[in-house]
Each structure stands twice: as structure tokens, then as C-alpha cells.
């Protein structure tokens, strides 16, 4: 991308497209092309075609999506379908038509299969149904990663689009309805330390593993797939790097300054033992993760602390 050129970050208020727009002017970029929600709903076909059509930027970060954790997902389906394709329709089409020279879409881990091989290989998206919880998501996720391949293959588009691995960091969301796993983690920790909670329960035996990204590393991500891919297959984006969920737990506990006892609960449900991405793509493309999980976590923390006080 060059450095004048005008970017626009869809979702740019969300954890990960604050990340993009962070990573965007540490680098030097300074035309931002920025609208909240409540400026510009992408569900809204006139309203986005008249943005791209008056803005006409030149690169376009799609991260803005509805995005919820398992309750919200199973609670309304239709919805989490219905808005992310709207979304996806809309963003796409307008930026061809606009003559958007790249733009770069984001995927979801949960497009793929529920039973998948592990670590989870690009060739096996749409070779199953994926976990029926968030099946409305993950479909939408399917949709428009295969609209961005379509799009190059018809028109020769330069969409592509990338699945990156579980994110966190500044800015997520900490709300206990909808927080992930990480948020959910340091709010339990940091309430066990307040209430001098002598021990704290983990679900699960603790023994199922999972990868984390740090955002930081997501957009670093982003940016090396807008100058160095043009395929029109999706890609996978993790941290190559897994962590069982009591050695998370310990970690976060020690962050945070919790002295207690952690105990599992093994008559739990762990969820899947193993949720993998196979970066062996984007690796050999040339970029890899940087952040490790410790220093991430304390950056979250940080941020906590200072925003809620
Ligand atoms: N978080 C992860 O672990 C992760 C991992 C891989 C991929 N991704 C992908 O990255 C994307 C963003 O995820 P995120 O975690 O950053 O989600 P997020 O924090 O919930 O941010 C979503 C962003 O999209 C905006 N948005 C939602 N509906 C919109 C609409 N109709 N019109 C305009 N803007 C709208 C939101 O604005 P409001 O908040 O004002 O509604 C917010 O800025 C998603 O597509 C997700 O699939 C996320």
C-alpha cells in the first residue's frame, strides 16, 4: 500500500479493526477513511454505495461484523447470518464497483468443520458442518470468504481473505454476556483478588488447548497480506503457538496479583480439547507472530486497569 494512499477500516471501533488502525499509523499511514456504526450501517445498501461511491477509497480492511460468543450465537441465529452476509453483500460489491484496488476481508476460525483434523488446514474449510452453535456466523464467514475468491476469479477483483486465529487484546470486549474467554478470565481473577476468594473454580479439567492471537500480531497480519498476498484462496492467520486453559488461567491469575488456588472441575464440559489453525501458509509467505501470550496478556491488563480504573 502506499503511504498516501486512502484506507478504509470497516469495524475500526472493534478490537480488531482498532488494532488495524493503530498498526496503520505507527507505520505512517495518515489518510484513514474511519465511520462508526452509527455514521455508516453496513447492513444499509444505499447508504454504503453512496460512502464508496462519494469516498472511492483505495484499500479496504472489512473488519466490521456482528460478533458474539456461544449464547448470543445460539440465541439468534438468524441474525448473525442474516447481518454478516448484509454486511459482506454490501461491503464487497460496493468496493468493486467503486474500484477499490485490494481489499481485504476477515474470516472467523468457526467456518471450519466441527469435527476437523488438527491443527486446522486451509484446505479443509467447507468439508463439514461446522459447530452447530454458531452455524448462522460461521456460514455468513463461508460466504464471503468464497464471495472474495469469486469475485477475483469472475471480475479480477483483488479481494482476498484471511482467518485469524482467537483474538485478544486493547479494546476487547469484557462484558460477561459477551466477553471471550480471555476477558472472562481477568474479570474472575480480578474480583477473586478484590473479595480475598481463597480459590477459584475452573470448568473443565484444564487440559484443552487453545491458540490465542495477540491483536498487535492480527494487524502486523493484515498489513503483510495487503503487500504480499494476491491468492485467491482464504488464509489462515494463528500465533503457531497453544496454551492449555489451566496454564492460561495460572498465568492470568498471576498477572493479576491473584494468590489463591485454582481447581478444576473436571465433571465440566471442556469443549473441544484441541482448536488449532495450521499457519504453515502465511508462515512461508513469510510473516510470523511476535507477541508471546505472557506479554500480551499484560498489555490486556494494562489496558483493563486504566480504562475501568
Ligand atoms: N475477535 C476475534 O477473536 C476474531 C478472530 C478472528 C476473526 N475475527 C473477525 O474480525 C471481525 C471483527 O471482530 P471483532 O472481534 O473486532 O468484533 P467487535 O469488537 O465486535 O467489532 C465489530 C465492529 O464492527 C462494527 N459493526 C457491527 N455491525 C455493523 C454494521 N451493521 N455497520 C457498521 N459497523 C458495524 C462494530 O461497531 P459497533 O460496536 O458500534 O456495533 C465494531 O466496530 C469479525 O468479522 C470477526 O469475524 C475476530
Same mark, same amino acid.
Given at each position: 500500500? %502506499?503511504?498516501?494512499? +486512502?484506507?478504509?477500516?470497516?469495524?475500526?471501533t472493534?478490537?480488531?479493526g /482498532?488494532?488495524?488502525?493503530?498498526?496503520?499509523?505507527?507505520?505512517?499511514?495518515?489518510?484513514? !477513511?474511519?465511520?462508526?456504526?452509527?455514521?455508516?450501517d453496513?447492513?444499509?445498501?444505499? &447508504?454504503?454505495?453512496e460512502?464508496?461511491?462519494? @469516498?472511492?477509497?483505495d484499500?479496504?480492511?472489512a473488519a466490521?461484523?456482528?460478533v458474539?460468543?456461544?449464547?448470543?450465537?445460539? %440465541?439468534?441465529?438468524?441474525d448473525?447470518? /442474516?447481518?454478516?452476509?448484509?454486511?459482506? @453483500?454490501?461491503?464487497?460489491?460496493?468496493a468493486?464497483?467503486?474500484?477499490?484496488?485490494?481489499?481485504l476481508?476477515?474470516?472467523? &476460525?468457526? @467456518?471450519?468443520p466441527?469435527?476437523?483434523?488438527?491443527?486446522?488446514?486451509?484446505? @479443509? +474449510?467447507?468439508?463439514?458442518?461446522?459447530e452447530?452453535?454458531?452455524?448462522?456466523?460461521?456460514?455468513?464467514?463461508?460466504?464471503?470468504?468464497? +464471495?472474495?475468491?469469486?469475485m477475483?476469479?469472475?471480475?479480477?477483483?483483488?479481494?482476498?481473505? &484471511?482467518?485469524?486465529?482467537?483474538?485478544?487484546?486493547?479494546?476487547?470486549?469484557?462484558?460477561?454476556?459477551? /466477553?471471550?474467554?480471555?476477558?472472562? +478470565?481477568i474479570?474472575?481473577?480480578?474480583?477473586?483478588?478484590?473479595?480475598?476468594a481463597?480459590?477459584?473454580?475452573?470448568?473443565?479439567?484444564?487440559?484443552?488447548?487453545?491458540?490465542?492471537?495477540?491483536?498487535?500480531?492480527?494487524?502486523?497480519?493484515?498489513?503483510?497480506?495487503?503487500?504480499?498476498?494476491?491468492?485467491?484462496?482464504?488464509?489462515?492467520?494463528?500465533?503457531?503457538?497453544? #496454551?492449555?486453559i489451566?496454564?492460561l488461567?495460572?498465568?492470568?491469575?498471576? #498477572?493479576?496479583?491473584?494468590?489463591? %488456588?485454582?481447581?478444576?472441575?473436571?465433571?465440566?464440559?471442556?469443549?473441544?480439547?484441541?482448536r488449532?489453525?495450521?499457519?504453515?501458509?502465511?508462515?512461508? !509467505?513469510?510473516w510470523?507472530?511476535?507477541?508471546?501470550?505472557?506479554?500480551?496478556? %499484560?498489555?490486556?491488563?494494562?489496558?483493563?486497569?486504566?480504562?475501568n480504573?
Open positions: 500500500m %502506499e503511504k498516501n494512499a +486512502l484506507i478504509y477500516v470497516a469495524g475500526h472493534g478490537l480488531v /482498532s488494532a488495524i488502525v493503530r498498526k496503520l499509523r505507527a507505520e505512517g499511514y495518515e489518510r484513514l !477513511l474511519l465511520r462508526t456504526h452509527a455514521e455508516l453496513l447492513t444499509d445498501a444505499c &447508504a454504503t454505495e460512502f464508496f461511491q462519494t @469516498q472511492r477509497p484499500y479496504v480492511f466490521a461484523g456482528l458474539g460468543g456461544i449464547k448470543a450465537n445460539s %440465541e439468534a441465529p438468524a448473525f447470518f /442474516s447481518v454478516n452476509m448484509a454486511i459482506a @453483500q454490501n461491503v464487497l460489491w460496493s468493486f464497483r467503486s474500484g477499490v484496488k485490494k481489499l476481508y476477515l474470516g472467523s &476460525a468457526c @467456518q471450519y466441527k469435527e476437523c483434523a488438527q491443527p486446522m488446514k486451509e484446505e @479443509q +474449510l467447507l468439508t463439514g458442518l461446522p452447530i452453535t454458531n452455524e448462522g456466523y460461521a456460514l455468513a464467514k463461508i460466504c464471503a470468504c468464497r +464471495l472474495c475468491s469469486y477475483k476469479r469472475q471480475y479480477g477483483a483483488n479481494f482476498i481473505s &484471511a482467518i485469524p486465529a482467537n483474538a485478544y487484546g486493547p479494546n476487547d470486549c469484557f462484558d460477561p454476556q459477551r /466477553s471471550h474467554v480471555i476477558p472472562a +478470565l474479570m474472575k481473577y480480578l474480583n477473586a483478588k478484590k473479595t480475598g481463597p480459590r477459584v473454580e475452573l470448568w473443565g479439567t484444564g487440559k484443552a488447548l487453545r491458540e490465542f492471537l495477540f491483536t498487535d500480531d492480527l494487524a502486523d497480519g493484515c498489513l503483510f497480506l495487503m503487500d504480499n498476498y494476491d491468492g485467491d484462496e482464504t488464509v489462515n492467520m494463528g500465533s503457531g503457538r497453544e #496454551i492449555s489451566l496454564e488461567s495460572k498465568t492470568i491469575g498471576r #498477572i493479576v496479583g491473584y494468590e489463591g %488456588e485454582i481447581v478444576c472441575d473436571p465433571d465440566k464440559p471442556d469443549g473441544m480439547m484441541r488449532m489453525l495450521d499457519s504453515g501458509r502465511i508462515n512461508a !509467505l513469510g510470523r507472530a511476535k507477541t508471546d501470550i505472557v506479554s500480551g496478556l %499484560e498489555q490486556v491488563r494494562d489496558w483493563y486497569l486504566k480504562t480504573g
